[in-house]
């Protein structure tokens, strides 16, 4: 399977982006669960949210009333909304099933700057 996010950008603290993460196929989300991901600069890649297999939508607590993850089946397309960003959610954002399965794809940076 091939994971590709985009729809990262520069942006001000506060303000919203939303990524997209494309998938070769569902399939391994169906079975695994998807998840999104982040790695700041220095700092080991950690967990932001994801979609398990029983449908429940979970996320960390640094992003929890901030982020809001969606997906569209149909087109093998998972989202990420983005609201009131703060500088520490800067970082390369990847998406991957909740496992870790899969080989990790393209990430899309995201920055909070003003």
């Known amino acids: 399977v091939q994971l590709q996010a985009s729809g990262g950008g520069l942006v001000q603290p506060g303000g919203s982006l939303r990524l997209s993460c494309t998938a070769s196929?569902?399939?391994?989300?169906?079975?695994?669960?998807m998840g999104w991901y982040r790695q700041a600069p220095g700092k080991q890649r950690e967990w932001v949210g994801g979609?398990?297999?029983?449908?429940?939508?979970i996320y960390a607590d640094s992003v929890k009333g901030r982020f809001t993850i969606s997906r569209d089946t149909a087109k093998n397309t998972w989202y990420l909304q983005m609201n009131k960003l703060k500088p520490e959610d800067t970082a390369v954002y990847y998406c991957?099933?909740?496992?870790?399965?899969?080989?990790w794809g393209q990430g899309t940076q995201v920055t909070v700057s003003s």
């Open positions: 979609i398990t297999t029983a449908d429940s939508i």
């Open positions: 196929s569902g399939r391994i989300f169906a079975m695994n669960g």
């Open positions: 991957n099933d909740l496992e870790l399965k899969s080989p």
